[in-house]
């Protein structure tokens, strides 16, 4: 057994986990966690699966990747980007010969000028076919045909046009005058006042504190204390009360009976929950969803502590 074995196990083991556990928890196969801790790594199917293993196996148990990886750089294989041989490009520039490369620098050039020509002739056709549909046609500010008239009839049009603007100033001021008059005449509802009833305070779900992997909860102005945990994958779950009586140990599994488990801890003072895959369980409070302190990328597993404050209290 290699050092980095002994570590793993150790830690593994002051956390009252089994490889069943483990395996539970990382969806890692029990035969490559023995491998691991034995330091045999030869059933596994190449070195990046190694790491990616050793890695998930220290975050189940809080510890650190990359010291992991430092410390016992001499016992963990090589990364895959370590085994891959330099890939010459000398080769691939030598097989273009001379007379492609000159087309491929004047291809651009012959592009941009199809591409011009183009553009020219939608303009020309654009300009040609819609220049004489305007030529003959004024148009006044109101969008109506400009009337030509001979300069003998010069005044009586411009009386005309002032007559027209005199009538639909009438007109605007007489349909003011009109909605005014409704106005007016209509008579404003009352509005019945009403006692305003208020409303029942809202339970509270806060963050007490957190430190690491644990994290405490207070819950305020809440008549009853229902806990559910859902998996939304496959994730084991820890429920206890606050002096440590257990009331469900065992792996979630989306899509199975065991996807949820609810329990009603009101006469509880506390209840302290254990998630072993955080990425994939979600915790409710009163079916208030629980937002983790910790967020779950950071912290595969949790320990969560809700503290129940009942109303009256």
Do not use: C
Not at 19 to 31: A, E, G, V
Not at 97 to 117: R, Y
Not at 257 to 280: K, M, N
């Amino acid at each position: 057994m290699t050092e980095l074995g002994n570590r793993l196990k150790e830690a593994r083991l002051a956390k009252d986990l089994s490889l069943d556990d483990l395996q539970s928890m990382t969806k890692i196969q029990k035969r490559y966690l023995i491998g691991i801790e034995e330091g045999n790594y030869s059933s596994m199917p190449g070195n990046f699966y190694v790491r990616a293993f050793i890695k998930q196996y220290a975050e189940a148990l809080g510890l650190n990747p990359e010291e992991i990886f430092e410390t016992y750089k001499n016992e963990i294989p090589p990364s895959i980007n370590d085994e891959m041989p330099q890939l010459s490009r000398v080769k691939t520039h030598k097989n273009i010969s001379p007379g492609n490369s000159k087309i491929f620098d004047f291809l651009p050039k012959i592009l941009i000028a199809v591409f011009v020509i183009g553009v020219a002739g939608l303009f020309y056709y654009f300009i040609s076919t819609n220049a004489g549909d305007d030529t003959n046609e004024a148009v006044s500010q109101d969008n109506e045909p400009v009337k030509l008239v001979k300069s003998d009839n010069l005044e009586k049009a411009q009386a005309d046009e002032k007559e027209k603007a005199a009538d639909k100033e009438k007109a605007k001021d007489k349909k003011q005058e009109k909605s005014k008059d409704e106005t007016q005449i209509e008579e404003t509802p009352k509005e019945e006042t009403q006692t305003p009833v208020p409303e029942a305070p809202k339970q509270e779900l806060t963050v007490v504190q957190t430190s690491g992997r644990n994290s405490t909860f207070s819950l305020a102005n809440a008549d009853k204390f229902v806990v559910k945990v859902v998996s939304r994958g496959e994730s084991w779950v820890s429920i206890k009360n606050g002096i440590g009586k257990s009331f469900f140990q065992g792996t979630l599994k989306a899509g199975t009976e065991t996807e949820s488990q609810t329990y009603d801890l009101t006469p509880e003072a506390a209840a302290v929950i254990t998630v072993g895959r955080t990425l994939d369980a979600d915790i409710y409070v009163n079916d208030q969803k629980l937002e983790y302190a910790v967020p779950p990328a950071e912290k595969v597993r949790q320990d969560i502590t809700i503290q129940f404050v009942p109303k009256n209290q």
